[in-house]
Nanobody, 119 residues
Framework: QVQLVESGGGLVQAGGSLRLSCAASGRTSNLYDMGWFRQAPGKERELVSRIRWSGGGTGYADSVKGRFTISRDNAKNTVYLQMNNLRPEDTAVYYC????????????WGQGTQVTVSS
């Protein structure tokens, strides 16, 4: 079992910045990647960004490219999402996800943290 603890969400005005953190604990010796998803009211959950644990390769949704930056601290099993130039359409619940590779792939989800961007 992997537990994910998220922090950093909140209320910010358009153009502002927030940094989300997600710390993994428990069965963390075989992390494959970690990432962030978000879900707005009435919308489907979508991938925001992910980062490969070993090599650090990253990927971003087109809607956040150039504004958001994902990073990781391998020693702390923690992933960060720096969000700059926030827009009202970024308002959503943001979920951290960890993927663990053992004999198969196992996905674990955080509880979500609310990000609200006002105009």
């Amino acid at each position: 079992q992997v537990q994910l603890v998220e922090s950093g969400g909140g209320l910010v005005q358009a153009g502002g910045s927030l940094r989300l953190s997600c710390a993994a604990s428990g069965r963390t010796s075989n992390l494959y990647d970690m990432g962030w998803f978000r879900q707005a009211p009435g919308k489907e959950r979508e991938l925001v960004s992910r980062i490969r644990w070993s090599g650090g390769g990253t990927g971003y949704a087109d809607s956040v490219k150039g504004r958001f930056t994902i990073s990781r601290d391998n020693a702390k099993n923690t992933v960060y999402l720096q969000m700059n130039n926030l827009r009202p359409e970024d308002t959503a619940v943001y979920y951290c996800k960890a993927r663990v590779l053992l004999e198969a792939l196992y996905d674990y989800w955080g509880q979500g943290t609310q990000v609200t961007v006002s105009s």
